[in-house]
Nanobody, 118 residues
């Protein structure tokens, strides 16, 4: 099983930017699609961005489209989420996860808190 560790969260003012990183252990990182999820207080966990293993397919939720960019570096076993033009409603715990067609969303990181002040 892949172990994932997120970093890069913090407190930022509205309109600001943050870059989240998700570092994966293991030698099979390049085989997985990767996703970023977020969970706001009192709400469910939502998929906001995903990238296929070959980077040919990328998905964004409507709520972040045009503001967030997902990318990956298979040589570094890392997936990134560049977040620009942040809004208070982006405040949440952000987690990354691995995906295989045979298993679905499988391994999860512990999450990193992002707080956007108005």
């Amino acid at each position: 099983q892949v172990q994932l560790v997120e970093s890069g969260g913090g407190l930022v003012q509205a309109g600001g930017s943050l870059r989240l990183s998700c570092a994966a252990s293991g030698r099979t990182f390049s085989a997985y699609s990767m996703g970023w999820f977020r969970q706001a207080p009192g709400k469910g966990r939502d998929l906001i961005a995903a990238i296929s293993s070959s980077e040919t397919n990328i998905y964004y939720a409507d709520s972040v489209k045009g503001r967030f960019t997902i990318s990956r570096d298979n040589a570094k076993n890392t997936v990134y989420l560049q977040m620009n033009s942040l809004k208070p409603e982006d405040t949440a715990v952000y987690s990354c996860a691995t995906h295989l067609d045979s298993k679905g969303w499988d391994s999860w990181g512990q999450g990193t808190q992002v707080t956007v002040s108005s």
